[in-house]
C-alpha cells in the first residue's frame, strides 16, 4: 500500500499537468512571447520617464505619426515592402543555421544591376514595361551573384559567413560610392546620387503617394511563396535538417554544401528583388543609402519570427510603423526619433531572453519527467 501511494507520488510529479501556472506560462511559446513584449515596453515606459517624458504622449505621437493619416499609411506600406523581402530572403540561411550579414551588400548590388539594366536600355526600342521587367530580373540576377561568392566563401574557402559578409558590404559600398561619384554621376551634381529615372521606368503608384500596389502585391506572393517553400515541400525539410545538424543530414545523404549555397543564392534573391524594388518602384534613383538598412534590420525582424515567414509580415510592419511614428517625436516632444531602435532592440533582446528561459524550463522538465 505505501508503495503505490509512493508511485502515485512520483508519477503525480512527473506529469506535466500538475506543472504550476508559472511554469505552463513559461513555457508556452505565445504566453512567453507575450511577456518579452510587456517587458520591452515597460523597459522603454522607464526609459522615457528617465528622460522626463510621459510615456503616454509618447507612445500617442508614434501611433499618430504611423497611422494618423492616409500618406502616413502609406509611407509605412511603401517602406514596409522591402523590409518584408529581406526578413524572408533571410528565412532560408536562418533555415540552414547561416548569419547573412551580407544582406545590405546584395540589396545594394540588387539596385545597382537595376538602375544598370535601364542606363541600358534607356532611349531603346524596347517598351518600358519590358525594360521595367528586365531592371526587375536583373536586381534579381545582382543579389544572387554577390549571396553566392559569399556562400562559395564559406563552402569551399572556409571563410566565416559573418566575416565573407560583412567584407561584401564594403565591396559593395565601394562600386556603390565609385558609380555614383563617377561615370553615373550626372553633369552639375555632386550629391552622391545619379540622375531620376524617367517616369516610364517606374512601377505604376497610386495616385499621389510613391506607394505601388504592384511592388505591394510582389511582397506579398514573396511571402506565400516562402512559406510554401520552407514548410510544405522536401527541399524546406532537408534544409532544415542542414540547419538543425550538418554532420547528421551529411551521414543521411543531403549533400549540405549544396543546400547551404542554394540557401545563399534564395536570400541573395530575394535582396536583390528589394533593391530592385528600391529603384523602380520606391525611391528611382541609385544612392548609397539605397539598401535603408533593411538587411540589418531584417536580422532582428528574423529572430523575432523564429523562421516563421507568415508571422514575418506583421512584425516587419510593427517595426516599420515604430520607425516611421518615432519620426515626429523630435517635432512634437523634442525626442530623438531613434527611440523607436530602442523599442526595436529592447522587442529582440527580451524576446531572445524569454526564448532562452522557455528553452532552459522545458529542458529541465523533460529532464525531470525522464528522470
Known amino acids: ?7 502515485t507520488t512520483k508519477e503525480t510529479e512527473k506529469s506535466p499537468a500538475r506543472r504550476s501556472f508559472l511554469t505552463t506560462l513559461l513555457t508556452n511559446r505565445f504566453s ?3 511577456i518579452a513584449v510587456l517587458l520591452a515596453l515597460i523597459f522603454t515606459c522607464l526609459l522615457v520617464w528617465v528622460m522626463q517624458a ?16 492616409t500618406d502616413a499609411i502609406t509611407q509605412v506600406l511603401q517602406a514596409w515592402v522591402p523590409l518584408v523581402l529581406a526578413s524572408i530572403g533571410l528565412m532560408f540561411t536562418f533555415t540552414a543555421g547561416l548569419w547573412n550579414i551580407g544582406m545590405e551588400g546584395q540589396i545594394e548590388m540588387g539596385a545597382i544591376f537595376s538602375y544598370g539594366v535601364i542606363r541600358a536600355l534607356d532611349g531603346s526600342s524596347v517598351a518600358a514595361g519590358w525594360v521595367i521587367t528586365l531592371a526587375i530580373l536583373g536586381g534579381i540576377v545582382g ?21 565573407g559578409g560583412l567584407g561584401f558590404n564594403f565591396i559593395a559600398d565601394a562600386v556603390m560610392l ?82 547551404m549555397l542554394l540557401s545563399f543564392i534564395l536570400c541573395g534573391v530575394f535582396a536583390g528583388l528589394t533593391g530592385a524594388l528600391q529603384v ?31 508571422v514575418t509580415a506583421p512584425i516587419a510592419f510593427v517595426f516599420i510603423a515604430l520607425s516611421k511614428g518615432a519620426s515626429s517625436l523630435g517635432i512634437d516632444l523634442k525626442l530623438d526619433s531613434n527611440l523607436s ?31
Open 32 to 34: 512567453s512571447m507575450t
Open 1 to 7: 500500500m505505501e508503495d503505490n501511494t509512493t508511485m
Open 54 to 69: 510621459n510615456p503616454i504622449k509618447v507612445f500617442k505621437v508614434i501611433f499618430t505619426g504611423a497611422f494618423g493619416s
Open 178 to 259: 565609385f558609380l555614383v561619384y563617377g561615370p553615373w554621376k550626372p553633369e552639375g551634381v555632386a550629391n552622391g546620387s545619379t540622375k531620376m529615372l524617367d517616369k516610364v521606368y517606374w512601377l505604376p503608384q497610386i495616385q499621389g503617394t510613391y506607394l505601388s500596389l504592384w511592388a505591394l502585391g510582389i511582397a506579398i506572393v514573396g511571402i506565400l511563396l516562402t512559406a510554401v517553400i520552407l514548410q510544405g515541400t522536401y527541399f524546406g525539410l532537408k534544409l532544415k535538417a542542414v540547419g538543425k545538424n550538418n554532420k547528421s543530414s551529411f551521414l543521411l545523404g543531403i549533400p549540405t554544401n549544396q543546400y
Open 143 to 163: 543579389g544572387a551573384v554577390w549571396a553566392f561568392l559569399v556562400g562559395l566563401l564559406k563552402n569551399y574557402g572556409g571563410v566565416n559567413e559573418i566575416f
Open 280 to 310: 523602380t518602384g520606391f525611391n528611382h534613383v541609385l544612392r548609397n543609402s539605397i539598401s535603408g538598412g533593411y538587411g540589418y534590420l531584417g536580422l532582428m525582424v528574423g529572430m523575432l519570427a523564429n523562421i516563421q515567414p507568415l
Open 341 to 371: 531602435g530602442v523599442i526595436q532592440g529592447s522587442l529582440v533582446i527580451f524576446v531572445l531572453i524569454m526564448d532562452g528561459v522557455r528553452r532552459i524550463i522545458s529542458k529541465k522538465n523533460k529532464g525531470a519527467a525522464n528522470g
